[in-house]
C-alpha cells in the first residue's frame, strides 16, 4: 500500500482496482504488448491506468488493435 | 508536492532512472522532502554510508502479477543458477528468518559459495565457480545482491528490502529447506583467494 498512487486509486471500487493494479503491471513488465483483458478495454478504468503511468512520468501507448504497452511521450503533467 | 510541475519532472526522471538501472544510490544525508515522490529510501547500516531510492509500487501492481494474468514476466539469464545464488545469499545474509530481511549481515563470498555448492550439487571446482561468479555478478547488477569483489563479501540488495509479508512466509520455508552455511567460514577458501 502506497500513497504515491492513491490519488488515482482510493476512489475506485475494490474490483476495478485490482483490475487497474494488474494492467498497470502488465503494460509496464511484460515484454509484449498487453492484451486488452484485464483493465484496458474499458475506456474509464484505462483512465485510471493512464494516470498512474503519467504520476511516473510513462504514457500508455496502443500497439495494434486491442493491445497496449508503456513508454515515454508527450503527456500532461499529472495535477 | 502535486500541481508542481518541476516536481513532477523530477519525479519522472527518477522513476526512469531507477526502471533503467534499478536502485538508486543516493547520500543518505540526503533529505526527505527532496527525495521523488513514490520511492523509499533505504540506508545500509554501518561503515561507508549508503542509501538507495527504490520506486514503491503497490504488490499488486509488480512484476509477479504477470503469471497470475498469463502473461510472461521478463527474461532472466540462466534462471536456474541466478536462483540458487540468491537463495544461497539469503540463506548466509538473513541470519534470523523471525526479524527483517533487509538490511541483514554481510557474509564472506567463500561462506555463500558453500552454501550455493550444497544447493546446485556436485559439479567440477572450475565450473562452479564460473556459475557462481556469474550469478553474483547478474544480482549484484540488479541490486538483489551487493557483492563487495574485493572485500570478499555479499549482502542482499535494496530490492530485498521490498518483499512483502506474503512473500517472507514462502521464503521463510525456503531458508528453512536450505542447507546451513559452514560453521568457520575461514575453511572454505574466499572466491579470489590463491589455490592451495
Redesign the interface.
Known amino acids: 500500500?502506497?500513497s504515491?498512487?492513491d490519488?488515482v486509486?482510493t476512489d475506485l471500487p475494490e474490483r476495478h482496482r485490482?483490475e487497474v493494479?494488474?494492467a498497470?503491471?502488465?503494460v509496464?513488465?511484460?515484454?509484449?504488448p498487453?492484451p486488452e483483458?484485464?483493465a484496458l478495454r474499458d475506456a474509464t478504468l484505462r483512465r485510471s491506468v493512464e494516470e498512474?503511468l503519467n504520476?511516473?512520468?510513462?504514457t500508455l501507448v496502443r500497439a495494434g488493435a486491442g493491445r497496449w504497452t508503456s513508454g515515454?511521450g508527450t503527456t500532461s503533467?499529472?495535477? | 508536492v502535486?500541481?508542481?510541475?518541476g516536481a513532477?519532472?523530477d519525479?519522472?526522471?527518477a522513476?526512469?532512472r531507477a526502471r533503467s538501472s534499478g536502485p538508486l544510490r543516493v547520500s543518505p544525508g540526503t533529505p526527505a522532502r527532496s527525495l521523488p515522490?513514490?520511492m523509499l529510501k533505504l540506508t545500509e547500516p554501518g561503515d561507508a554510508g549508503v542509501s538507495w531510492l527504490v520506486?514503491?509500487?503497490?504488490t499488486?501492481?509488480?512484476?509477479r502479477?504477470?503469471a497470475?494474468?498469463g502473461?510472461?514476466?521478463?527474461?532472466l539469464e540462466q534462471p536456474n543458477d541466478t536462483a540458487r545464488m540468491l537463495a544461497a545469499v539469503l540463506r548466509c545474509c538473513w541470519a534470523d528468518p523471525l526479524g527483517p530481511v533487509w538490511p541483514g549481515v554481510r557474509a564472506g563470498s567463500g561462506t555463500v559459495l558453500a552454501v550455493f555448492g550444497e544447493v546446485t550439487g556436485p559439479r567440477d571446482d572450475a565450473a562452479h565457480r564460473r556459475s557462481a561468479v556469474a550469478a553474483l555478478r547478474r544480482l549484484d547488477q540488479a541490486a538483489w545482491v551487493r557483492w563487495d569483489e574485493p572485500a570478499g563479501t555479499v549482502r542482499l540488495g535494496p530490492r530485498a528490502a521490498l518483499w512483502s509479508g506474503g512473500d517472507l512466509t514462502m521464503l521463510r520455508q525456503l531458508w528453512r529447506s536450505i542447507p546451513a552455511p559452514p560453521a568457520a567460514p575461514s575453511a572454505v577458501p574466499p572466491v579470489r583467494g590463491p589455490r592451495r
Open positions: 500500500v502506497t504515491f498512487f490519488p486509486l485490482d493494479l494488474a498497470f503491471a502488465a509496464e513488465n511484460s515484454p509484449e498487453a483483458a484485464v498512474m504520476l511516473t512520468g510513462r515515454y503533467s499529472p495535477g | 502535486t500541481g508542481d510541475s513532477a519532472e519525479t519522472a526522471l522513476w526512469a515522490a513514490g520506486p514503491q509500487v503497490p499488486d501492481a509488480d512484476a502479477v504477470l497470475e494474468i502473461l510472461s514476466g521478463p527474461l
